[in-house]
């Protein structure tokens, strides 16, 4: 069994995030849910639909991947961590993602760590030559 992938982030980054983890693994569809938190909803209301799609999916480890520590969405995604079925990251970004789908069939611990190594392996400084001068 693999481990599922839960993003939940400022709208409409978690679903935005999803659809290009799907053009790049178009069969990890089932591995990855996605809750965009709107400016407007309470976080009250964003933790009871975050607690029914964990519900659905109760016998599956679970990584979530949040965006900004500290946000609402990051409150909630707390709110539903164990640390025993469940990891949670904060600081979401694309390479790190699809590091997470790529390993999605090993254990959460171990997909925690793959995470963090990819997110940070993908964030460098890209020095971009010069244009040179013509004649």
Do not use: W
């Not at 392996?121 to 013509?134: A, C, I, M, N, R």
């Amino acid at each position: 069994m693999s481990t599922r992938i839960l993003l939940i982030a400022h709208a409409p980054l978690a679903n935005a995030l999803r659809e290009c983890a799907l053009h790049v693994f178009p069969d990890c569809a089932q591995a990855i849910i996605a809750i965009d938190v709107p400016p407007d909803e309470p976080p009250e209301e964003t933790l009871a639909n975050a607690k029914e799609l964990m519900l659905q999916h109760a016998a599956q480890d679970t990584l979530i991947l949040t965006d900004v520590l500290g946000a609402t969405p990051a409150n909630v995604a707390q709110r539903l961590v164990d640390d025993v079925q469940s990891h949670l990251i904060a600081g979401v970004n694309l390479p790190m993602l699809l590091r997470t789908v790529c390993y999605r069939h090993e254990d959460v611990h171990t997909l925690a760590k793959r995470a963090l190594d990819g997110g940070a392996q993908g964030v460098l400084q890209v020095d971009v030559p010069k244009p040179t001068e013509t004649n």
